[in-house]
């Protein structure tokens, strides 16, 4: 079997590593695989270590010849199966271009938000089969008229294995100018208005006003960060909030956070959940999308109603108020990820599917 994947991101964020991932699982069974992704995209050297990688052209919903490129790729790597990964127009284009190959194809999708009926019912109808990184997504898609045998859930996983080391706390927070006992938050997402950044900046004051030292640092960059900066400003945050940016080392500081707040108003799983769980690394996220599935409420962080900002400051001080509580919900978030998010069964379940789709 021979796999082309698209995926249109620049930056390798959550999405982009569940490709590399998948890829790498692949190659070790045996599957030959290719990748086409945008010129010059963070994800092309990292995936010629798994397969071959096409670089090209892609500008998004409007970009019509990005269907004349897809098909052409399929014809020359002699493709059995397309997988698109991403939207940004590589959904429409990458099913149009399926079919004027005549080549087999499956699409992640990744967003819990909403799509009409009809938009729905043309887009998706161009694939063989829809495969949803969470149950949450594949809800929504049932609800928006798509047939349950066309769309089935197999979850984005995680390699734990950078996660799993012993973190000096003590050392990172001296890295940052910061006294070895103060309180760190941190939040992981892009700098998109739907990560909910803007409910953690109205939630803080409640949270100042009992642990004044607290620091929080804002993982991540996007088209936000401007207004971010100016929103920290305004509200007279500067001493307690830092944009760290986008970091080549997250594994290497992401466990010496005490919490991780998600505050999103929706989210298809959540990757740096994920991530902080396998860290031992508390949660506060919100009851919508795939988040639930990431994060148990009680047993690995604590679960708020979307955009509720008082319930979230009572949150996060609830876990700065007790260490014991933090320490035993960062155990049990490890616990869960290589339990039920291995990237061998994230593979398995894709592989399923292809099988399936080129059986039929």
Request: aromatic fraction near 4%.
């Amino acid at each position: 079997m021979k796999v082309l994947h698209v995926e249109s991101g620049r930056h390798l964020y959550g999405g982009g590593k569940q490709v590399l991932y998948l890829m790498e699982g692949l190659a070790k069974r045996g599957i030959d695989n290719v990748l086409a992704c945008p010129a010059g995209s963070h994800i092309a050297d990292e995936a010629r270590v798994f397969g071959g990688v096409i670089e090209m052209p892609m500008k998004g919903d409007l970009d019509a010849a990005l269907a004349g490129r897809l098909r052409r790729a399929m014809k020359t790597q002699g493709a059995d199966l397309l997988h698109v990964h991403s939207r940004r127009g590589a959904d429409v284009w990458g099913g149009i271009a399926a079919r004027l190959s005549g080549t087999p194809a499956v699409i992640s999708r990744r967003v819990d938000n909403p799509e009409s009926r009809l938009a729905v019912r043309l887009k998706y109808g161009l694939y063989h089969h829809v495969i949803t990184i969470s149950e949450g997504i594949r809800q929504v898609l049932l609800a928006e008229g798509m047939n349950a045998e066309h769309v089935s859930c197999v979850r984005s996983a995680l390699d734990p294995t950078p996660y799993l080391r012993d973190y000096d706390k003590g050392a990172f927070r001296r890295s940052l100018g910061f006294p070895e006992t103060t309180p760190v938050a941190g939040i992981v997402a892009q700098l998109i208005e739907r990560k909910g950044h803007r409910h953690l900046l109205a939630a803080l004051p409640a949270v100042l006003a009992r642990h004044p030292d607290l620091q929080v640092l804002i993982y991540g960059r996007g088209p936000l960060d401007a207004a971010l900066r100016e929103a920290i400003e305004h509200q007279g945050l500067n001493a307690n909030v830092r944009l760290m940016g986008f970091v080549d080392d997250l594994p290497a500081q992401l466990g010496c956070l005490d919490l991780l707040v998600h505050p999103a108003d929706m989210e298809g799983l959540g990757v740096s959940l994920l991530q902080a769980s396998a860290a031992q690394v508390p949660i506060i996220a919100c009851r919508a999308g795939g988040m639930p599935e990431a994060v148990r409420d009680g047993l690995n962080g604590l679960l708020i109603d979307v955009g509720d900002v008082a319930a979230l400051g009572e949150a996060m001080n609830r876990l700065l108020d007790d260490a014991a509580l933090r320490e035993r919900m960062g155990a049990a978030g490890r616990q869960r990820v290589l339990d039920e998010f291995s990237v061998d069964v994230m593979c398995e379940g894709n592989l399923a599917i292809y099988d399936k789709v080129l059986n039929r």
